[in-house]
């Protein structure tokens, strides 16, 4: 016969108390972020050929595309501008020229959905010739110089209609010289940071490389990104963020970096703290689909709430729209 003490599962016997059990766990449509591509082509929409089922779309495409999905609660977007006819430099000219798919984007997405929360990716290595996240000089990164040029770029962005301006660049002191230029520009005080402070060096980037038509031409990321084994690397990064302000915080990738989310969670319990569950692993989920290793609801759902345990407030998934349709019938899930 089981003890007195023995006993746990007199806690989770029907399924309110295994609800109760689950309380910060729940998935709703303000736990995700939908990351888009737009391209500079507005005619143009193509499916990826690594990430199946996502397109990269020019502007006479968008509405239709988002219509459903923030018809379905869509409450935050992530947008990302591809260059395929504007020339690329060494200074990143398009990534906030007039012509630039971002810049062209907002307004737009603002006059059709006033209430969807828009962050934009600020970053250089989609508009860039040597396709790097910072400016190169004599084959490094100067630092210096990238951060006065992603502080423009992320202006811009705000001045067009972003909410949130989200550097993933990894440069030494992005945070600062962006909110400097907000301070500037007079909005500081309207415009959040989300911060990709402990983005790694991963392997699971390569369809999104793709898909923004950014690998790099020599060398690779390592010089910025973080080692995939480092820990308080990563917690020194969030702490200086911190300290230049940072309205939000992320870890990228997602699912192989929970114990990095936890850690941070728990040190920074006031700032909302994103995972980007990335193009490897979305193709990763995709192809174990197709394999009939599980249903794509079941799978991805397990993968979800083992994020929200870890302590992600908000998930950037290439899969919202299939959440948010199942949402439709039972919320939260
Ligand atoms: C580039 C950038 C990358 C991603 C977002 N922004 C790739 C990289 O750093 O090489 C990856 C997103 C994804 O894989 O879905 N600044
Ligand atoms: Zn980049």
Redesign the pocket.
Known sequence: MSSIESVIQSGYFNDTLREWQCQNTYITSSNLMYPIFILDDEDIKEEIKSMPGIFRQGLKHLKASLDPVVESGLKSLLIFGVINRLPKDEHGTHADSPENPVIQALPLLKQWYPNLTIAC?V?L?SYTTYGH?GIIENKYIDNEKSIKRLGEIALSYAIAGADIVAP??MMDGTVKSIKQKLLEGGLLSRVAVLSYAAKYCSS??G???DAAN?APSFSN?ASY?LPVGSSSLAERIVDRDVTECCDMLMVKPAMMYLDIVSKIKNKYPNRPLFV?Q???EYAMIHHAVQAGVYTLKNGLLEILKSMRRAGADVVVSYYTPEILAWLKHSSPL
């Open positions: 990716d970053c290595c996240c993933s660049c699971f980037y369809p999104f490389r950014c990321r990104q980007y990335v193009s490897g």
